[in-house]
Nanobody, 123 residues
Framework: QVQLVESGGGLVQAGGSLRLSCAAS????????MGWFRQAPGKEREFVAH????????YYADSVKGRFTISRDNAKNTVYLQMKSLKPEDTAVYYC????????????????WGQGTQVTVSS
């Protein structure tokens, strides 16, 4: 398994921006597809974005498309989630996840998870 540590969450006003980071402790980071998921209070965990091993292919949930950007730096073993035009409905704990092979939009296909970072968007 991969150890993942998220950072960058916080409190921001609606319309603001945040950048989340997820640092991976694994020698073969470039072998892993990475994903971001989020879970709001009382709701199920939902897919946000994923990126393939090279960083050249990314996919987004409709709810964040055009506002969020996922990227990765394999030299730094880090994946990022740049969030812009934040809305109160983006408030959630954000988790990064890793899996070998192809990226996926299903949480059950990821086998390594971080502890999560809280993002709160005030109206």
């Amino acid at each position: 398994q991969v150890q993942l540590v998220e950072s960058g969450g916080g409190l921001v006003q609606a319309g603001g921006s945040l950048r989340l980071s997820c640092a991976a402790s694994v020698a073969t980071f470039s072998s892993y597809a990475m994903g971001w998921f989020r879970q709001a209070p009382g709701k199920e965990r939902e897919f946000v974005a994923h990126i393939n091993w090279s960083g050249f292919s990314a996919y987004y949930a409709d709810s964040v498309k055009g506002r969020f950007t996922i990227s990765r730096d394999n030299a730094k073993n880090t994946v990022y989630l740049q969030m812009k035009s934040l809305k109160p409905e983006d408030t959630a704990v954000y988790y990064c996840a890793a899996k070998r092979g192809a990226a996926a939009a299903v949480a059950e296909r990821f086998d390594s998870w971080g502890q999560g970072t809280q993002v709160t968007v005030s109206s």
